[in-house]
């Protein structure tokens, strides 16, 4: 499983022109998932997401997380975060899970993340929808997660 996490002002989604999903200051969550993701992957992307300390304490320093601010999250399936763009000019998605398996553990994600977190403060998109996303990306700030921890 893979995230990418930004820190931001503001972020909404759209989906054939309306509005899915809206956050005020908080973290943008673009979710990423494999074949072989479980409940290990999830927990790990969970923890990560609550617990990275990406936003200033009183110092200016990236020392808080989304649960010490209560911040609100928005995620966004992207099964382009597998692409691999190593060979060719056109990126393959073999690594990216299959959109049935892919929905199962997303919707297991968001479970996990709601029974974990203050659920009104969790927005999210629209799974295998074209979605058109607008932040304000904070600092910027983004943060790349992995449960395999390739990085």
């Known amino acids: 499983m893979r995230g990418v996490i930004q820190r931001v002002k503001k972020a909404s ?3 054939d ?6 956050i005020g200051v908080g973290m943008l969550l673009f979710l990423g998932i494999t074949h072989s993701d479980g409940e290990a992957d999830i927990d790990y992307i969970v923890d990560k997401v609550l617990n990275c300390r990406i936003f200033s304490d009183q110092f200016d320093k990236m020392n808080l997380s989304l649960i010490d601010n ?3 999250v928005l995620v966004i399936s992207q099964f382009t975060l597998y692409g691999d763009a190593r060979k060719g000019r056109r990126p393959s998605f073999t690594e990216s899970a299959k959109p ?3 929905l199962i553990v997303y919707n297991l994600f968001l479970e996990k993340l709601k029974m974990t ?3 009104d403060l969790i927005k999210s998109g629209v799974f295998q929808a074209d979605m058109k996303v607008d932040l304000i990306n904070d600092g910027p700030v983004t943060i790349l997660l992995d449960s395999g921890r390739a990085f």
């Open 13 to 15: 989604v759209m989906v």
């Open 17 to 22: 022109g309306e509005n899915r999903g809206e």
């Open 70 to 72: 209560h911040y609100e």
């Open 100 to 102: 049935d398996n892919a």
């Open 117 to 119: 977190y203050n659920s």
